[in-house]
């Protein structure tokens, strides 16, 4: 069902590109009705339009605030055109049809990334325009609602296809990005109040989200995936692509997992390994060329098509000693001119700058068939003055610092979690396996392949007690020689007698870091 485009309603933050419109508008002799600085924007251009005040007899009151909320307004948009009723209604009031509608909204999210005063931010939340929108499609069967600029090549080709008519599958596919956008809208709104009144987990609870790009597929070939912004200021990711292949779902996975460790480590010291959104290799060292060797050579199998991200800048020599393998990404604090030579020799890697990356504290969420799991971020850190050593030996300042930086390395293992760390580097992982005993085993049997020498006196990291002796017999069978957990078992003092016979170190931290 073809509807002909007489009436056209024009109330738009955003008017760039509006000309094009307005072109076509004239073409086909629609009538345009517009309110304030648009109409001000279409007469500057030349073109006849009516503003809205004088189309309704009724004055702008409330600073603005009372524009296009009118009978005359949403009884145009609202009506059906084949309810006899409706027209009767119509007629009798002397109300035309509207029949195309092109509204953005008062520039809420722009406002709210650069303004802390409420009364502005306030001001800026839309009524009239979202009105007229869920209106418009609500009627989609008479009305056309366009909502973004970048949809009127899309309405320019419908009236010139159809000779100034727009289609019904045109307007329902219009009306679905319609109420996406109001309820993108409506979200932004929620979790502004949300986060103004610290209220974290509401009553009910909205995601907005806006569509960066179609990933060519998702973990799998046969499955379709999208990355969205969830963010007021979603123009685009916080760091930069400077080279390489398009970014694919798992991409964007393992640079998620690297971000989240390498946001725990300390400036300029610190180097992540992802391979299948688990660390195999991380480090902390005050020279970056050692701290990617050593994450390296953490398990340089398992490092072969991962993920490498640095929280420092890339030099000549690093970039030539990460050339040496085989990656699929590579996050740093930037990249000198030389090092950017010689990465991009290899045409496929992925060169991503993340000099402007800032991670927030925000929450995480699971879905499944209709409902979601949110919870906080597991950002607890340990303090070591709390840190209770259960073993007669006790450590020194060093060792602390070792242990703190083993347990931070956990957290982000998928549980059960076990990691073996020497000297600020980890040597062997167990990770996701569902007995802590065998996620014991494989830390072990990881540190003897690729680090055999650096087993004797290291440091074990558990993210969750130990229920039996058997897991920390295993590490102390190997060499580990200082263990910390978070205890909380009731076999504890079995463990820590074990600990205490085998003349090792023990801490208690108290604190559990599943990671599922």
């Known amino acids: 069902m073809k509807q002909k485009i007489r009436n056209?309603?024009?109330?738009?933050?955003?008017?760039?590109?509006?000309?094009?419109?307005?072109?076509?508008?004239k073409k086909y002799k629609v009538k345009i009705i517009s309110s304030g600085g648009t109409y001000n924007s279409i007469k500057k251009l030349g073109y006849n339009c009516t503003e809205i005040s004088k189309y309704t007899g009724f004055k702008e009151m409330l600073n603005g605030r009372i524009k296009t909320l009118h009978p005359k307004i949403h009884a145009g948009i609202l009506h059906d055109r084949f309810n006899k009723r409706h027209q009767g209604e119509m007629n009798?009031?002397?109300?035309?049809s509207i029949d195309l509608i092109i509204v953005n909204f008062y520039p809420f999210q722009?406002?709210?990334?650069?303004?802390?005063n409420s009364k502005k931010i306030i001001e800026n939340i839309d009524i009239g325009g979202p009105t007229m929108v869920r209106a418009a499609a609500k009627n989609y069967n008479n009305v056309a609602i366009i909502t973004n600029k970048n949809d009127y090549s899309f309405l320019?080709?419908?009236?010139?296809?159809?000779?100034?008519?727009?289609?019904?599958?045109?307007?329902?596919?219009?009306?679905?990005?319609?109420?996406?956008?109001t309820a993108y809208y409506d979200a932004m709104i929620a979790n502004w109040f949300n986060k103004k009144l610290k209220i974290e987990f509401p009553e009910r609870k909205t995601i907005f989200g806006r569509k960066l790009k179609k990933l060519r597929y998702g973990e799998n070939p046969h499955q379709q995936s999208s990355i969205y912004i969830n963010d007021y200021n979603d123009k685009k990711l916080k760091f930069n692509q400077v080279h390489g292949k398009e970014l694919s779902y798992n991409n964007y996975n393992d640079m998620f997992a690297s971000l989240e460790i390498l946001n725990s480590l300390k400036k300029n010291s610190g180097t992540v390994i992802i391979k299948h959104a688990n660390p195999c290799g991380v480090s902390e060292n005050k020279e970056p060329l050692v701290s990617f060797k050593n994450a390296y050579a953490s398990d340089p199998i398992s490092a072969f098509g991962g993920v490498i991200a640095c929280n420092y800048k890339i030099n000549k020599k690093i970039a030539s000693e990460i050339n040496k393998n085989f990656l699929e990404v590579i996050l740093a604090k930037g990249f000198n001119k030389e090092s950017l030579e010689i990465l991009k020799s290899k045409k496929n890697l992925r060169i991503i700058d993340i000099s402007n990356f800032k991670l927030k504290n925000s929450t995480s969420i699971k879905s499944f068939d209709g409902s979601f799991l949110i919870q906080s971020k597991d950002n607890i850190i340990i303090d070591k003055k709390k840190l209770k050593c259960v073993t007669k030996l006790k450590p020194n300042k060093k060792e602390l610092a070792e242990i703190q930086f083993a347990f931070k390395v956990c957290k982000h293992v998928k549980s059960n979690a076990i990691v073996l760390c020497n000297n600020f580097s980890t040597i062997g992982i167990g990770a996701g396996?569902?007995?802590?005993?065998?996620?014991?085993?494989?830390?072990?049997?990881k540190a003897k392949q690729f680090q055999f020498s650096k087993i004797k006196n290291s440091i074990a990291a558990s993210d969750?007690?130990?229920?039996?002796?058997?897991?920390?017999?295993?590490?102390?069978?190997?060499?580990?020689?200082?263990?910390?957990?978070?205890?909380?078992?009731?076999?504890?003092?079995?463990?820590?007698?074990?600990?205490?016979?085998?003349?090792?170190?023990?801490f208690f931290t108290g604190i559990r870091h599943f990671n599922h």
Request: proline content about 4%; overall charge positive; charged content about 25%.
């Open 464 to 506: 969750a007690f130990f229920p039996f002796s058997d897991g920390i017999n295993t590490l102390i069978k190997a060499g580990v020689k200082t263990i910390i957990q978070p205890g909380g078992s009731i076999r504890d003092q079995e463990v820590i007698n074990a600990a205490n016979k085998a003349k090792i170190k023990m």
């Open 8 to 25: 056209a309603l024009i109330s738009v933050s955003d008017k760039t590109e509006i000309i094009s419109i307005l072109k076509i508008l």
């Open 433 to 445: 396996q569902p007995s802590r005993l065998d996620s014991c085993k494989i830390a072990v049997q």
């Open 92 to 96: 009798k009031q002397k109300f035309p």
């Open 110 to 116: 722009k406002i709210v990334t650069e303004s802390k």
């Open 156 to 181: 320019i080709n419908e009236l010139e296809k159809n000779k100034g008519r727009t289609t019904l599958r045109f307007r329902e596919l219009m009306s679905s990005k319609a109420f996406g956008l």
